[in-house]
């Protein structure tokens, strides 16, 4: 369970202060209000070298914490640029690569095709070769085959059945030119699709360098929420620093105010949380003590009558 600031200074000053003695003989009020002075004092100039101190190694930390943040988004910088060189580098690799093995395989097929032609040349040589052969032995039976048409009307249809023969060659040739054509459109498909892969490798380099940048914005989200979260913490710390000095403060002040009271021997009449109170009772005291010892310290100036007034003045400052 968090205990309240006031409570937790009261059990503080209560731990810490002496208890007021009333019978206790009080000192003279000047001598207690030199001793205060310099007691004061010295606090005072303890608390402000520790503030030097304090403000000096808080400036030295709020430098180094800008460098080392200035140095951790360099960095980060040099990383994102490092990743997106990589992923360009591994980009291009895949793609040389995919273009090597196209190559490679565009290369198998136009040289399986090329033993193909090879082949059907060869083999068209020797076909001819060998209708070359049989034309020489067919020759002269040929010769007198037109003799006996000419000779026995009743062959004149053979000349029908060769053109017919013909025809049925023509028909099979263009069927060859067909399957042909047949063959170009079927390689110009394979290209169109070599054509649409390339694309869709383009595509997906493209969405990479998107992905980096994405990556990147993502990055500079997270450094700007580290930013605010190590400003938060900082304002955090500051706050719970204010609020020690500010606890500091009142106990000081509390302090005075219990030996102001102590050396008029009166009660403590104001609450503990009172502090501008307490410290108007204490300006009140030494701005009262000041006079007085002004007073005491021109007497020629002052008088008879005033040497009186100050006497009686300290008569009743001293009494309960």
């Known amino acids: 369970m968090a205990v309240p600031w006031e409570e937790y200074f009261q059990l503080v000053l209560q731990e810490r202060l002496p208890p007021i003695q009333q019978d206790k003989v009080p000192l003279p009020p000047l001598l207690s209000l030199l001793e205060k002075r310099q007691e004061l004092e010295a606090a005072d100039q303890g608390l402000q070298a520790q503030k030097e101190v ?83 032995r067919l020759e002269p039976c040929a010769r007198l085959l037109g003799q006996t048409l000419e000779l026995l009307p009743e062959f004149q249809g053979v000349p029908e059945l060769v053109e017919r023969f013909w025809a049925l060659a023509e028909a099979l040739a263009a069927q060859r030119l067909g399957a042909h054509e047949l063959r170009e459109r ?23 360098r998107q992905r980096a940048g994405l990556l990147q914005s993502l990055e500079a989200a997270r450094e700007r929420r580290l930013h605010g979260e190590s400003m938060w913490i900082q304002i955090q710390n500051t706050a719970a620093e204010k609020t020690l000095l500010l606890g500091r403060a ?23 949380e009172d502090t501008e109170g307490q410290l108007d009772q204490v300006q009140q005291f030494m701005m009262n003590l000041t006079t007085t010892l002004d007073r005491l310290q021109h007497p020629e100036s002052a008088g008879p009558r005033s040497m009186q007034k100050t006497r009686g003045y300290a008569v009743r400052t001293t009494s309960p």
């Open 54 to 136: 304090f403000q000096s190694r808080m400036e030295a930390l709020k430098q180094r914490r800008e460098e080392l943040e200035q140095k951790q988004q360099e960095l980060k910088g040099s990383l994102v640029r490092f990743d997106k060189f990589l992923l360009d580098a591994e980009a291009r690799r895949v793609r040389a690569l995919q273009r090597a093995a196209e190559e490679r395989i565009r290369a198998g097929l136009q040289e399986a095709a090329a033993q193909r032609l090879r082949a059907q040349l060869a083999e068209l040589q020797r076909e001819r070769a060998c209708l070359h052969s049989r034309l020489e």
């Open 250 to 272: 009142r106990m000081a002040a509390l302090n005075l105010y219990q030996q102001v009271c102590q050396c008029r021997g009166q009660p403590l009449a104001l609450a503990l």
């Open 186 to 208: 079927l390689e110009a498909l394979r290209e169109q699709g070599k054509r649409l892969r390339a694309a869709e490798r383009d595509e997906l380099l493209r969405l990479g």
